[in-house]
């Protein structure tokens, strides 16, 4: 696609539900990267996928958080047992490499944990 | 782990003036980027600038790694400059993983 697209742009959800996030990124870009975004802070590190392996996972902040890549394209990010701290907009970023330092950021999406 | 501290914190200015943001980290860098992040929350890359400097229409970016300090010129500006701007860097080679600042609030008055 154009962009990179995430779905949904909202997500209100229950605390101790599962979550969803899906993230499809620019084709053709080899490198996507999960970042969280608590209000009024700068983004925050989860993730970074090289092809269909998460090359790095340090930034997952508990075993709850967990994100696949299954073909290399479409990332989703899955939250087990949310909590009301979960809330935070979730920005995917693809680039074409990791060299590649040229990011394109999704619009995130925004959830909420009642 | 590394610090980034951006300042000033929250900017105001009318229409056509000039300024200046600044990032100061705590240790040697390998990559840095600036990023301008919109009203509505999109997050667009702006420079990509570990050292030297860039250009790019009305803004610019200089970075002085050895003093552990950048800084990001907007001249002219205008009211779509309005937003958010982070530094983001990623202290060792290797890794592809970005550490933001908390960014400076930018408003620009018509």
């Known amino acids: 696609g154009a962009g990179v697209s995430q779905t949904p742009s909202n997500k209100v959800t229950e605390k101790g539900k599962y979550v969803e996030l899906r993230c499809d990124p620019i084709?053709?870009?080899?490198?996507l990267y999960w970042y969280r975004q608590s209000l009024g802070q700068g983004p925050e590190f989860l993730i970074y996928f090289q092809g269909t392996g998460a090359a790095d996972d340090s930034g997952l902040p508990n075993d709850r958080f967990f994100a696949v890549r299954p073909e290399g394209s479409v990332s989703t990010l899955k939250i087990q047992r949310t909590e009301r701290g979960d809330s935070a907009v979730y920005l995917c970023?693809?680039?074409?490499?990791?060299?590649?330092?040229?990011?394109?950021f999704g619009s995130g999406t925004r959830l909420t944990v009642v | 782990g590394i610090q980034v501290e951006q300042s000033p914190p929250d900017l105001i200015l009318q229409e056509g003036a000039n300024s200046t943001l600044r990032c100061n980290f705590s240790d040697s860098v390998n990559n840095l980027q600036w990023f301008h992040q919109n009203p509505w929350g999109q997050l667009i890359n702006l420079f990509y600038i570990p050292s030297g400097t860039k250009q790019n229409g009305r803004l610019s970016a200089t970075t002085v790694a050895t003093e552990r300090y950048s800084l990001l010129y907007i001249s002219s500006s205008q009211t779509t400059d309005s937003g958010v701007y982070f530094c983001?860097?990623?202290?060792?080679?290797?890794?592809?993983?970005?550490?933001f600042g908390t960014g400076t609030r930018l408003k620009v008055l018509a």
């Open positions: 970023a693809s680039s074409l490499t990791p060299a590649d330092y040229g990011y394109t």
């Open positions: 983001a860097l990623s202290p060792t080679s290797g890794t592809y993983k970005y550490i």
């Open positions: 084709s053709g870009h080899t490198a």
